[in-house]
T-cell receptor, first 111, second 117 residues
């Protein structure tokens, strides 16, 4: 399909790990991204992964990529209340600068 | 990282008036900027791709006469919502690609919330 899909909501307790999943559409996408959006604000790039990588770790963030299944995940270790936000995955269509954003996952961190 | 600034962050206007939103890349040159629209609790919908010095490329279903885009310089793109109506109320976000990066990273503005009464 055309949609980049994510689960809509995720709720975790402070200190636990969060895993946000994404299924993308274009197997030829070269880069895949995770963005964070806080209420009423624009998007902030968290991390990205190149399509020839399986995993990328950046401090508390771990990105896993399964190209066969076109599945991308973002793991946030030791989740904090400041991590509460909407998280979007995005793919870039091959040969273009067009980003296709996922539906967004609203993460709520409970104290 | 690169900074993209939008102005105004919030605007309220009467139905039938036109509203201009500016998107500026503050510390880099952006040959390509993108305009998105975001409805409450929904994802970003790409409206158009703004190319410096040429006409914008609009996505299917987006009225180019309604949403005028001008990319007159390498640091400024504007979106004008003409004859605004309440259904145009939305959160508009611009982004710009920094030409020096190889990652294809987009830098986003803070967004502009338009409310049409």
């Amino acid at each position: 399909g055309e949609d980049v899909e994510q689960s809509l909501f995720l709720s975790v307790r402070e200190g636990d790990s969060s895993v946000i999943n994404c299924t993308y559409t274009d197997s030829s996408s070269t880069y895949l991204y995770w963005y964070k959006q806080e209420p009423g604000a624009g998007l902030q790039l968290l991390t990205y992964i190149f399509s020839n990588m399986d995993m990328k770790q950046d401090q508390r963030l771990t990105v896993l990529l399964n190209k066969k299944d076109k599945h991308l995940s973002l793991r946030i270790a030791d989740t904090q209340t400041g991590d509460s936000a909407i998280y979007f995955c995005a793919e870039i269509k091959a040969g273009t600068y067009k980003y296709i954003f996922g539906t967004g996952t609203r993460l709520k961190v409970l104290a | 990282g690169a900074v993209v600034s939008q102005h105004p962050s919030r605007v309220i206007c009467k139905s039938g008036t036109s509203v201009k939103i500016e998107c500026r890349s503050l510390d880099f040159q952006a040959t390509t900027m993108f305009w998105y629209r975001q409805f409450p609790k929904q994802s970003l919908m790409l409206m158009a791709t703004s190319n410096e010095g040429s006409k914008a490329t609009y996505e299917q279903g987006v009225e180019k006469d309604k949403f005028l885009i001008n990319h007159a310089s390498l640091t400024l793109s504007t979106l004008t919502v003409t004859s605004a109506h309440p259904e145009d109320s939305s959160f508009y976000i611009c982004s710009a690609r920094a030409g020096t990066t190889n990652t294809g990273e987009l830098f986003f503005g803070e967004g502009s919330r338009l409310t049409v009464l």
